[in-house]
């Protein structure tokens, strides 16, 4: 199976940097993966169109080429990324807005739109603060990204896994977390 992993955040010595890690060193080694480490690679997240630069072009971006072949490459997308103030970082959703777009990842309808990702899976591994009994009530914490870009594009299905409280959390616990990532990771 080819393998994305999608990785959003500037700390590689954060927890999410552990995280990656560990999906890194228990995915099977018959699996090929390959890494887009947004910050490492300075991904420029700003959307941008105008007369020249239409939006209905983007699809075909040069900027954003490597992107959408990579994605085209995979069997499964998986991401990782903490939730700041109830969603993706902005780097992502810059990544979002500017490779999942018309013409490559969906096509527009009069009413809707018809999806062109098909055939692919998704995991979205994120992290955060909020006490588990709040998440449900919250409009993201990975669930924008699975149900309204991923499943709208024909991603699906995908699993969300979400790592939770970080700031309370002991060592012990932060480590039962990344336990359990390692865990589903060997089952891809």
């Known amino acids: ?110 009413i809707g739109m018809t999806p062109k990702l098909n055939g692919r899976t998704a995991w979205i591994v994120t992290s955060h603060d909020t006490p588990a009994i709040a998440v449900p009530f919250m409009p993201d914490y990975g669930s924008v990204l699975k149900r309204q870009v991923l499943a709208a594009c024909g991603i699906k299905p995908c699993r969300i896994t979400s790592l939770a409280p970080l700031k309370s959390s002991t060592p012990a616990r932060r480590q039962k977390m990344l336990e359990k990532v390692a865990r589903l990771a060997r089952k891809i």
């Open 1 to 110: 199976m080819n393998i994305l992993i999608i990785y959003s955040h500037p700390n590689h010595e954060s927890f999410n940097g552990a995280v990656l890690e560990q999906i890194q060193n228990n995915l099977d080694s018959r699996h090929t993966v390959r890494l887009v480490d947004l910050y490492a690679e300075h991904f420029d997240p700003v959307l941008f169109f105008d007369k020249q630069h239409r939006r209905r072009d983007l699809s075909k971006d040069p900027a954003t080429k490597k992107y959408r072949d990579l994605i085209i490459w995979a069997d499964k997308l998986i991401f990782v990324y903490p939730t700041w103030w109830g969603g993706m970082p902005a780097m992502l959703k810059g990544f979002v807005d500017r490779v999942f777009v018309s013409g490559f990842a969906y096509k527009g309808k009069k």
